[in-house]
């Protein structure tokens, strides 16, 4: 159930901005940069997928540990660091998904990405 809320969240917020997923589909570039973007993509959406997993499994073990433990014996230090490590790994793979786009695209691609995101 939980799955299906989350995948009509993330379904329903895709439909109401175009992103820039979106726009790499229908960027008119030759099929040898296309493939090397669909795999930068690929990488993306399991990075995403990771983060948001890792971020469910965390909380859930933070609460697990207070109803278990009590809130005074918890180390949410050592939690914080986790959360953290887990926003490090997805922001790294967004800068290298951005990292791939800037080595593959040229001005003007880019520019007709960013008119496609902004209409």
Sequence with gaps: MRFL??????????LLGKNIEEGL???????????ILKEAMRELYKQRQNYHSNDVILEYKILKEIANKGYGEVNFIEYKQML???NQNYAEAKINFY?????????????????????
Excluded: A, D, H, W
Aim: proline share 2%.
């Design 25 to 35: 589909k229908y960027l008119e570039i030759p099929n040898s940069k296309r493939q």
């Design 5 to 14: 809320l989350v995948f009509i969240c993330f379904f329903g917020v895709n």
């Design 84 to 86: 953290e490590k887990n």
């Design 99 to 119: 990292r791939t786009i800037g080595q593959i695209l040229g001005k003007e691609e880019i520019t007709s990405l960013m008119e496609f995101i902004r209409e």
